[in-house]
């Protein structure tokens, strides 16, 4: 299952590179770059979320080894592919022939959302789990908060086409998404900090809290140090 | 290459050892080829670029400071409200919503899952913001981060992170420093940096750009 992107909380990484260094274009094919990807967009052959989920498709050693620009338009390179409007002998005809084109793990079938686009479930201030496990594939929720309880902070202001859809080349029926604030603590219980994390979440990755759940996540919530304590 | 021999942070200063711009290019010149853009498109996508720069957030977030019904409106609907001093409005297509630092709060953002920006408010994404280490580390060690940005915050500060996974990005609202009394909102914007905007650093006042001072003659005239 690819899920090399899927980094947040993930050890192992050292310092911040390149902070001095706020710039953001060396050169201007990196603009040429981000044109063609949102051209392919505007001309209707592939959804931004199509394109990530070629990125996410990538090799591993790939992903974790090479440059930004080369995730950026090896992933660009593919949705061009799969969509059928090139293909990879066009392409050679411009390469040298020690040129790869990189090559990504075969796209799995994609998977539905069960919200609708009129209707929204919950409401700011509702306390939600998010659910696990969820399918595999194109899915903009990340492993960190998968099985976690957050609690609303706000819905989005429109419906957006289902990742799970839209990451696959599929049709599918628009969700809103919703703002889920959830404690530090409850993600990584030997976190340092006690803030939060929010993050932006399709209806159909999250689920209603039983009665019993709502009340011992509104405890926590209060005294996050009482569970723990009861525990040991 | 050597790329084994490399730690990974110097892997992550390299910007392009992989014939990028061939491959770039190569893209472009297969579409042309098949008739499926122009040369002018993609010079008029590439120009629209210009336009998405931290100047765009820094613009609102001067004006926030100085006028506290702006400053309501564009917390409770960005997008809308922006279009009052950003013109055109380059948003392509995602929505907007403005954090608000507090005395006791302290809003950061990242996108975990790939890289994602309110491009038209804060410009294209640095590389550190990119860095595979910024999306694993910001969410679960914010202090420790901020700290290698030099950003000491004080322990009563609750920490707020924003995962941007789906078409809303976030812009932050730094507290407004102290010493800019009387300022105009141009010099306040030139205190707002994209790391600001990001929430990786907090205004410098020494950095302002101050307005040009009006000679007495030219006070005189413009009173008359």
Redo the contacts between chains.
């Keep these: 299952m690819p899920d090399v992107h899927d980094l947040g909380g993930a050890g192992g990484y050292g310092a911040i590179p390149d902070i001095g260094k706020d710039q953001e274009y060396e050169e201007r094919w990196e603009w040429t770059l981000m044109a063609v990807l949102r051209l392919g967009v505007k001309k209707g052959w592939y959804r931004t979320d199509a394109y990530r989920h070629a990125v996410e498709r990538l090799p591993r050693e790939f992903y974790r080894n090479n440059a930004y620009y080369d995730r950026m338009l090896s992933g660009v390179t593919r949705v061009h592919i799969e969509a059928g409007v090139i293909c990879e002998d066009d392409l050679r005809k411009h390469l040298q022939d020690q040129v790869t084109i990189p090559v990504v793990v075969p796209m799995l079938p994609g998977h539905g959302g069960s919200g609708s686009a009129q209707a929204t479930r919950f409401q700011p201030g509702e306390r939600v789990r998010v659910r696990s496990p969820l399918p595999e594939g194109h899915v903009r929720a990340p492993g960190y908060v998968r099985g976690k309880i957050g609690r609303i902070v706000h819905r989005g202001r429109h419906a957006l086409a289902f990742p799970g859809r839209a990451g696959h080349r599929e049709e599918g029926l628009p969700e809103f998404t919703y703002r889920v604030e959830f404690d530090r603590l409850a993600l990584w219980s030997e976190a340092s900090d006690k803030g939060t994390v929010t993050v932006d979440l399709a209806e159909s990755y999250l689920e209603s809290l039983s009665l019993a759940e709502g009340v011992a996540a509104l405890v926590e919530s209060l005294h996050p140090n009482r569970a723990r304590l009861a525990e040991t | 290459m050597g790329?084994l021999a490399m730690?990974?942070?110097e892997?992550?200063?390299?910007?392009?050892?992989?014939?990028?711009?061939?491959?770039?290019?190569?893209?472009?010149?297969?579409?042309l080829?098949?008739g499926?853009?122009t040369q002018p498109?993609?010079d008029a996508?590439?120009k629209g670029?210009e336009s998405w720069t931290p100047d765009n957030g820094a613009a609102l977030v001067a004006r926030a400071w100085c006028d506290s019904s702006f400053r309501e409106r564009l917390l409770d609907n960005t997008l809308a409200t922006a279009k009052d001093v950003v013109h055109p409005v380059p948003f392509?297509g995602w929505?907007a919503v403005a954090l608000e630092n507090t005395a006791k709060v302290h809003n950061v953002l990242?996108c975990?899952?790939?890289?994602c920006t309110i491009k038209s408010l804060i410009?294209?994404?640095?590389?550190?913001y990119?860095?595979?280490?910024?999306?694993?580390?910001l969410?679960?060690?914010?202090?420790?981060?901020l700290r290698?940005?030099g950003l000491e915050l004080d322990p009563d500060v609750?920490?707020?992170?924003?995962?941007?996974?789906?078409?809303?990005g976030y812009m932050v609202i730094p507290r407004r420093p102290a010493g800019t009394e009387g300022w105009s909102e141009r010099e306040l914007a030139s205190i707002v940096?994209?790391?600001c905007l990001i929430g990786v650093a907090l205004p410098d006042v020494t950095a302002g750009v101050r307005d040009e001072p009006v000679s007495q003659t030219e006070r005189e005239a413009s009173n008359a």
């Excluded at chain 2, 410009?123 to 550190?128: A, L, T, V, Y």
């Design positions: 790329c730690t990974s942070e892997k992550e200063s390299l910007v392009h050892f992989n014939h990028e711009k061939e491959r770039t290019l190569a893209l472009r010149d297969a579409l080829a098949r499926l853009h498109e993609v996508m590439e670029f392509g929505d990242v975990t899952l790939c890289s410009g294209q994404p640095p590389g550190w990119k860095s595979l280490a910024y999306r694993a580390r969410v679960r060690e914010p202090r420790a981060v290698e940005f609750s920490i707020k992170v924003w995962d941007i996974t789906a078409e809303t940096t994209k790391k």
